[in-house]
């Protein structure tokens, strides 16, 4: 009987796998490579219902680890030792005080006015109130009270002057003091209710009349915003910038500020239904419109703000933080030289950066989680630090500061040096478990900043 020759199979390669399709086998994946499954009981390439292959030969095995022998695992990279510039100072090693900043104010700081000459109540407030601001409003809300007539308002309107206008704003300025129930409680006939100073000033019906058909912005003008809404070019404060404007240049041109200048949040109350009202816990009025404001440290007064409109139509891309601030500084109505104070909502060293390479200096709170907050952890604070330790490190201009109190406290400053020697009063609690009134040490920014970062 004539040999079949029998066709020799050779062991599949590693990139190979099983086709069992009729098109074209696919390619080697170099990313993924193949595995072979071995088991005590079975050995090779197994079916998918886990019976054994006859068509395809075992694979060939990996060499493996004698029984015993420990596997070699690579050793992890071992850190460069710590130096100087990336690790964490304590109070006893010397920081350099930074070059003092030249304050060039455009005018000398404080009031702007002639003090040889006696100003009353009523001749300050006009100095933010002008005539100008009142005539707007009067021309604005003759022109909006026209139109409502025509469309059939049943009130009837006579046009109002800048004097009765000033009358109007005396009764609402007087109604943020009395805080009546009722806006009518003013004008109560009764005599154990009643009050002598709104009825001496308007009438009921003409308080009531102009407060409905008060407008600050042109209604034609409003007309035309109107049909732009929902596109970028609506302006969703429109109907306050009239007002809002003259009122901030009035604020910029009586006074100029002394060199320590703090930028916070306010509120401005309103329970009206608008989509700009925002919610704050920790202010004392929690809705209402939230304004950026630039304050003296000294006195609190209001040199600049801004109202939040939300999302901003031209952002810079560097945050929101970075640009209300970066908004509220006007050099050329300011000058150079002053110093920045902002809570942890605001401080970044994107920010600092930017404020000292236009001349001003800043000083604030930061959070650990900031991008730029130093990364080191060489000598940083432990767990176990008592009160009043301290940590810090200088990056260019930035010096970063970590003080233990009650809690730790992380601050950033372009214009302090880290420890001057000066200590705050704390209680402390001894080893004995008593309480003890010590001096602890303070950095060189704590002290200034709670001085100064309230506006």
Not at 381 to 403: E, Y
């Amino acid at each position: 009987m004539k040999k079949v020759p029998v066709k020799k199979i050779h062991p599949p390669l590693p990139h190979q796998r099983l086709h069992t399709s009729s098109g074209p086998p696919p390619e080697p994946s170099a990313s993924t490579p193949c595995q072979s499954v071995d088991t005590p009981h079975t050995s090779g390439l197994h079916s998918h219902r886990g019976s054994r292959s006859t068509s395809q030969p075992q694979a060939k095995k990996r060499p493996s680890t004698p029984k015993g022998a420990k596997k070699s695992r690579r050793a992890p990279a071992t850190p460069p030792p710590a130096t100087l510039e990336d690790r964490w100072h304590d109070a006893s090693e010397e920081d350099e005080q930074p070059p003092p900043l030249q304050f060039r104010p455009r005018r000398t700081p404080g009031v702007q006015l002639d003090f040889q000459k006696d100003y009353s109540p009523s001749e300050v407030f006009q100095l933010f109130c002008s005539q100008e601001v009142l005539l707007t409003l009067c021309n604005n809300t003759n022109t909006y009270a026209a139109r409502r007539t025509e469309r059939g308002m049943r009130r009837q309107w006579t046009d109002i002057n800048a004097d009765e206008m000033l009358r109007f704003i005396s009764i609402v300025i007087y109604l943020g003091l009395m805080k009546p129930s009722a806006i009518r409680d003013l004008w109560r006939k009764d005599r154990l209710h009643s009050l002598p100073f709104p009825p001496s000033v308007r009438t009921g019906k003409q308080y009531e009349a102009i407060s409905a058909n008060l407008h600050m912005s042109d209604p034609a003008a409003d007309a035309i915003n109107d049909q732009l809404r929902g596109q970028p070019g609506y302006d969703c404060l429109f109907r306050l910038k009239p007002l809002m404007e003259q009122i901030l240049t009035a604020c910029q041109r009586y006074y100029q500020p002394h060199q320590n200048i703090a930028a916070d949040e306010r509120m401005v109350a309103t329970k009206g239904r608008i989509s700009m009202k925002q919610y704050m816990k920790g202010k004392p009025t929690k809705w209402g419109y939230k304004l950026f404001a630039l304050a003296d440290s000294s006195n609190g007064y209001t040199f600049g703000f801004s109202m939040y409109e939300g999302k901003a139509r031209k952002p810079s891309g560097k945050g929101l933080s970075f640009d209300a601030v970066v908004n509220l500084i006007h050099v050329p109505s300011l000058g150079t030289g002053y110093t920045v104070y902002v809570d942890y909502f605001y401080t970044s060293s994107l920010l600092f950066c930017h404020l000292h390479g236009i001349g001003f200096g800043a000083c604030g709170t930061i959070r650990q989680n900031r991008i730029g907050f130093p990364k080191a952890s060489a000598n940083d604070l432990t767990k176990k630090a008592a009160r009043g330790n301290m940590r810090w490190i200088r990056d260019g201009p930035l010096l970063f500061v970590k003080w233990r109190d009650t809690q730790d406290v992380t601050m950033c400053s372009t214009v302090h040096k880290a420890y001057s020697g000066k200590t705050v009063q704390r209680q402390v609690r001894n080893e004995s478990g008593t309480w003890s009134t010590q001096q602890i040490p303070v950095p060189g920014t704590e002290g200034v900043q709670q001085a100064h970062g309230r506006s």
